[in-house]
């Protein structure tokens, strides 16, 4: 069977697809005679939208020249403006996928753009095409291209990936029935039925048509990752990625290790938390160093414990190996300062730690097992050790107080010489969480879902959920989230001047910090926009 697996638009031009690596070659370890090709037609996008634009080819050989102008600041900033210009394309053209779904007329160069993508689509003349979708603003992309597939192609058509549980699937269903199926979690199993030519009543995790009606088959068990062969970055462009050396994602785990925070839908998304053997995971990157000269790796996991790390950079280090690696971590009193500068000597530049909130009440509110005095050690001892560290902060959390605010804004004012750079996110409600079954014990009034786009008068929605806090009269209020990111902002400008790295992708930025390799003198930054330079 001729089978293509694609990442549809929008996410970050310098993101290489893990999921369809992983995916492509063990299906055809597990049907021999199978015929997969990967398009990244997120990438294609990106590079067909800067052959459009006046100077966006200028962008391009930026990224893929002098590598020492990566790290000029007047060179990176000028090269950013033409960067943003394309992305807000990007977004207008999500836009456009919305409106080609609704029935409304889009515009020409989208309707040029979905002819070239369906046309790469089609060019191995597939039987099976599999669209991976990670994020919310590729769901419309994805579903326009199955409408643009199916007018030409009779080819099966299956959506996967961790979106697919992050959204009403029976709506999408009958918004958009150019879509064959869907298959909610891992993809392995199902893959592999379909490639084999089962019927869809068989394929574990599918969500299908069935004569008008919509049958949901049991989800696979989830699959031991011993085993499983290595990613295939070989089958992607990696030199065309905008990233002046190549960086790669890498996953040593699936599901958490934690599973108990109140907020999270991974909680329900997940199976159980299963992970590879070190040494496999390892091989894995040093097999990435030689054949793809790739130095700069970073994590997927959830986050990776610190007992792992131990024995990751332990192997690391038996093997010579030379690499950066991000990762993302729970700050807890496991993570020594003698911990961690084993893993800085294995190569451990940078890490994102969930700290989310510097008040204790809210901590034990969530669940996060964590305390506000070992959180404060931690980041002090990773920058000891000259590991780059990233807070993770939630704001306006429920039943979160001005108090609790103040409590929070101290806290990162004590930590702020220690920390290189923090994110700031408006707490989310999400449908399956502790705090969406419960969510007048915490005042919080749920008004609606969000809706992803409209398509054959079907509202297609999402799993996050539309709310308000009430107020201790009954009164209803806009959530505080936004009020606190915006307080914690003007705090942080009083702290200092956020510098270049605030605007760095997650790739861009581990390159960085990967060249600083100490916290002597590096600036304090906040990963912005997934998409921004």
């Known amino acids: 069977m001729r089978v293509v697996l694609a990442f549809p638009p929008r996410a970050s031009a310098t993101y290489v697809p893990l999921g369809i690596a992983t995916l492509a070659p063990y299906i055809e370890a597990a049907v021999p005679g199978t015929a997969v090709r990967l398009a990244d037609l997120n990438l294609a996008t990106w590079m067909w939208l800067a052959g459009a634009h006046p100077s966006g080819m200028n962008l391009v050989a930026f990224l893929s020249g002098n590598k020492g102008q990566f790290f000029n600041e007047e060179q990176t900033l000028a ?14 053209m999500e836009r456009q996928a919305e409106a080609f779904l609704a029935g409304r007329e889009a515009e020409v160069l989208f309707l040029n753009l979905l002819g070239a993508l369906t046309g790469q689509l089609l060019d191995f003349d597939p039987e099976l095409l599999g669209i991976s979708v990670l994020f919310p603003e590729q ?52 893959c592999a039925a379909l490639c084999a030519g089962k019927s869809l009543e068989s394929v574990p995790g599918l969500i299908f048509r069935d004569h008008g009606e919509i049958r949901a088959n049991p989800k696979a068990r989830s699959i031991s990752l011993d085993g499983l062969p290595a990613p295939d970055f070989s089958r992607l462009p990696l030199d065309a990625y905008f990233n002046p050396v190549p960086v790669l994602p890498v996953l040593f785990s699936r599901g958490c290790a934690w599973r108990r925070c109140r907020f999270c839908t991974h909680n329900v998304s997940f199976g159980g938390y299963r992970k590879k053997a070190v040494a496999a995971f390892v091989s894995e990157m040093e097999q990435a160093c030689r054949q793809f000269h790739v130095h700069h790796f970073y994590s997927a996991d959830e986050f990776i414990t610190a007992e792992d790390m131990d024995d990751i950079a332990t ?23 003698e911990r961690m500068a084993l893993w800085a000597a294995a190569g451990c530049r940078w890490i994102g730690w969930g700290v989310e909130s510097g008040s ?63 994110t700031a996110s408006a707490f989310a409600l999400f449908e399956r969480t502790h705090f969406a079954r419960y969510a007048d014990r915490y005042g919080l009034h749920i008004d609606g879902i969000q809706t992803l786009f409209s398509s054959r008068g079907v509202d297609v929605k999402s799993r996050r959920l539309k709310f308000r806090e ?62 921004s330079a």
């Open 139 to 190: 769901v419309p992309f994805a579903a326009a291209l199955a409408r643009a597939v199916r007018q030409v192609s009779a080819c099966r058509i299956i959506l996967g990936g961790a979106m697919m549980s992050a959204l009403n699937v029976r709506e999408l269903l009958r918004g958009v029935p150019e879509i064959d199926g869907v298959v909610e979690g891992e993809g392995e199993a199902a």
């Open 315 to 337: 192997v690391i280090l038996e093997k010579g190996i030379s690499i950066n690696l991000h990762i993302l971590g729970k700050p807890v009193a496991g993570c020594t300062r």
């Open 470 to 531: 009430i107020g201790s009269d009954g009164s209803l209020r806009s959530a505080r989230g936004a009020l606190e990111v915006a307080a914690w902002m003007r705090h942080r400008r009083w702290l200092g001047d956020p510098p270049l790295e605030e605007q760095l992708t997650t790739e861009h930025y581990l390159i960085h910090v990967s060249k600083t390799n100490s916290m002597s003198g590096m600036p304090h930054s906040s990963p912005a926009d997934p998409e």
């Open 360 to 422: 204790q009440r809210l901590l034990d509110l969530i669940n996060k097992g964590t305390n506000v005095r070992d959180i404060r050690k931690v980041l002090e001892d990773a920058a000891a050790v000259g590991i780059a560290s990233t807070a993770l902060m939630i704001f306006g959390l429920p039943t979160s107080t001005d108090q609790d605010l103040t409590r929070t804004l101290d806290f990162l004012t004590e930590v702020y010489p220690y920390v290189h750079s923090f």
């Open 79 to 92: 090269h950013k403006q033409i960067w943003d210009q394309i992305r807000r394309t990007m977004t207008n």
